[in-house]
Nanobody
Framework: VQLVESGGGLVHAGGSLRLSCAAS????????ISWFRQAPGKEREGISC????????YYVDSVKGRFTMSTDNAKKMVYLQMNSLEPEDTAVYYC??????????????????????WGQGTQVTVSS
C-alpha cells in the first residue's frame, strides 16, 4: 500500500486548492480513506473520510461546506477540494487509509493511530 499526496501550496484567504492522493496496492472500495492535517504545534486531526464502497463521506464541522472529498476509481486517486480557505487551514495535509473492517466509519477521523498507511504529507499555507 502506498499513498502519495500532491497539490499543496500557498494561497490567499478565500482561495481554493485541490489536493490529490495517489493510491496503489489496494482497492479503494475496500478501504476507509481519510484526510488528516497537522498545524505547527498542534496534534494531527482528521477532517474528512470516505467509504468508497458504501458511498459515504464525513466531514468535521470546521471544513463542512468548504471541503469536498472524492475519488476516481479508475485512476486510483483520492481528492480533497478545498474552497474558501482560511489562515486556520494552514497545515500539512495527509491522506491515510486502512481496510474498512479495521476502521469503523463512525470513527474514521478520530482513530488516528489505527491507520497503518499514510502519505508523506503536502503543505498548505493560507495567507491572510
Amino acid at each position: 500500500v502506498q499513498l502519495v499526496e500532491s497539490g499543496g501550496g500557498l494561497v490567499h484567504a478565500g482561495g481554493s486548492l485541490r489536493l490529490s492522493c495517489a493510491a496503489s496496492g489496494f482497492t479503494l472500495d475496500d478501504y476507509i480513506i481519510s484526510w488528516f492535517r497537522q498545524a505547527p504545534g498542534k496534534e494531527r486531526e482528521g477532517i474528512s473520510c470516505i467509504s468508497n464502497g458504501n458511498g459515504m463521506t464525513y466531514y468535521v464541522d470546521s471544513v463542512k461546506g468548504r471541503f469536498t472529498m472524492s475519488t476516481d476509481n479508475a485512476k486510483k486517486m483520492v481528492y480533497l477540494q478545498m474552497n474558501s480557505l482560511e489562515p486556520e487551514d494552514t497545515a500539512v495535509y495527509y491522506c491515510a487509509a486502512d481496510p474498512s473492517f479495521v476502521i469503523p466509519f463512525k470513527r474514521c477521523v478520530s482513530d488516528t493511530f489505527e491507520y497503518d498507511y499514510w502519505g508523506q504529507g503536502t503543505q498548505v499555507t493560507v495567507s491572510s
